[in-house]
């Protein structure tokens, strides 16, 4: 089961308790992601990142000195961590949106790499002076990049997706854009952040409010919408009309939306779609070790006014989080 940080005070501070708390993960996922040069071998492309997040998100690389801070670990290192188009680390997960008459819902694997270890990822509660949130995220990971729900009744999935091309010219990573959309207010003040986030590539989101259940793709500060209708899945591959002709997908992407579409032809229900282990090592959910890792799935339940976290694969409901779905 995923432990959840308790944080509370300004950017800095908060970041300061992931830090702390995190401190061996962070350092075990450092050693594990990057050589012994990799700072040095991306520092001019870091420099000039921090130096444009310094100017577009000044409060999340106070956050991400506070992980520093906390944990000991170098900042260059934890800025490369929360830079991934530098080396493009990809991830997946899959996503169930249901949206009709009678039912509103959201389910969600969220993969790790196949060598992610459960014990080094977390649900964080930060408390800050002016918006409160949990998302699960990575040791070392600013919130963004995974689920999350704030207290503005704002909630949403992830799936990462290839990016087209990249281009750092005036651009920052995906994490420092979706780090933003933690806090936003409504659904249009998170489409309103992507369009001006100076974004190098992008992601695929599923954003509820009330009962209102979107799909949001954008591409740097390209961005499209879709009200979600009936029962839709996504992967980690474009697949709205304004980026698909310039977009590709990867096998394992590929094969995991193949297979939801025809689980959804087949009339399973969505939350036992996303314990469907066919097409290893491809499969909607996989074990440590697989091409991917499922390690956490989540249900979004707006008539319910509940959010739970459930075991991958067997479903067993592991935490419960009532929610005002406002």
Known sequence: MLWT??????????????????????????????????????????????????????????????????????????????????????????????????????????????????????????????????AFTYAGEIAGGSYSWNSHGLYFSVNYLKPIEIDFTGRVSRNFVARKVVEAKSIQDAITVLEHGQDVSGYHYYMGQGTELVSIENFQNEVSVKKVMGVDVHANHYLHEQFVDRASGKPNSLTRQKRAEELKQQGVDPLHMLADRANLPNAICTEFGDGLHTISTIGFYPKEHVIKLYEPETLKIEQEFPYEFK
């Open 5 to 134: 940080i308790e944080a509370k005070g300004g950017y800095f501070d908060c970041g300061k308790a992931f830090g702390a708390a995190c401190a061996e993960s962070i350092a075990y996922r450092l050693a594990r992601e990057f050589r012994a040069n990799a700072v040095e071998s991306y520092i001019e492309e870091l420099k000039k990142v921090d130096a444009l997040c310094r100017t577009l998100y000044p409060e999340y690389v106070e956050e991400l000195e506070g992980i520093a801070e906390g944990s000991g670990a170098d900042y260059w290192s934890l800025l490369l961590l929360n830079t991934p188009e530098l080396m493009e680390r990809h991830q997946g997960c899959t996503t169930v949106a249901v949206s009709n008459e009678s039912e509103v819902y959201l389910v969600h694997n969220e993969d790790g790499n196949g060598n992610e270890r459960s014990e080094d990822c977390v649900i964080l509660h930060y408390v800050l002076p002016n918006c409160s949130f949990y």
